[in-house]
């Protein structure tokens, strides 16, 4: 009348090891008391979409930071990704180190050095606001030049000694930033 009795359930009946088995496959803390059967959420998983959804990502986005790495390959349940709730705070991490300027490769060594030697992420952090520093610099000479070009008195701009003067200083590889100094 039952079932094959599993090893672990080996004289309930077939329903309690069945129900065992799927706890287990969902991440459940089971507990077997005197012919009762406790069960616990330990972590909730969260499908893909779910993830996706409270992150503000798409779910493409998802398995492209699995496949780099950034995230940890999510447990499989009957064919689908299925991640901890905790996942959503590491793709925020990723959103965060995106918007402050570091690179998917970046962002991979940041989270591999804060595993392997906790200190290194600082070196990677000094090195990405130097990089900021000089492309804010890069920036404001940038503005400076075309502001000077919307202030020209010459109606062609061609015809302006200073933008000709810059443009052949960049010809000779000088950087925007020595040729043109205002």
């Not at 810059?166 to 950087?175: I, K, M, S, W």
Request: some cysteine; overall charge positive.
């Amino acid at each position: 009348m039952g079932g094959p009795a599993a090893t672990p359930g080996a004289g309930l009946p077939w329903f309690v090891t069945a129900l065992v088995s799927i706890a287990r496959s969902q991440r459940l803390q089971v507990r077997l008391k005197s012919n009762t059967l406790e069960v616990k959420m330990s972590d909730r998983l969260l499908t893909i979409g779910e993830l996706a959804r409270r992150a503000g990502v798409a779910t493409s986005a998802v398995r492209y930071y699995e496949e780099l790495g950034l995230l940890p390959t999510p447990a499989r349940i009957a064919g689908q990704r299925r991640y901890p709730e905790s996942a959503t705070g590491l793709v925020g991490i990723i959103l965060l180190l995106r918007d402050v300027g570091f690179s998917l490769a970046e962002q991979k060594a940041f989270m591999g050095s804060r595993a392997a030697a906790p200190g290194d992420w600082k070196r990677l952090a000094r090195r990405k606001l130097a990089e900021l520093d000089d492309q804010i610099a890069k920036a404001h000479t940038a503005r400076e030049a075309i502001e000077h070009a919307l202030v020209c008195p010459h109606d062609d701009i061609l015809q302006c000694p200073t933008f000709a003067a810059v443009t052949a200083a960049r010809l000779t590889g000088q950087p925007l930033h020595q040729a043109h100094r205002h």
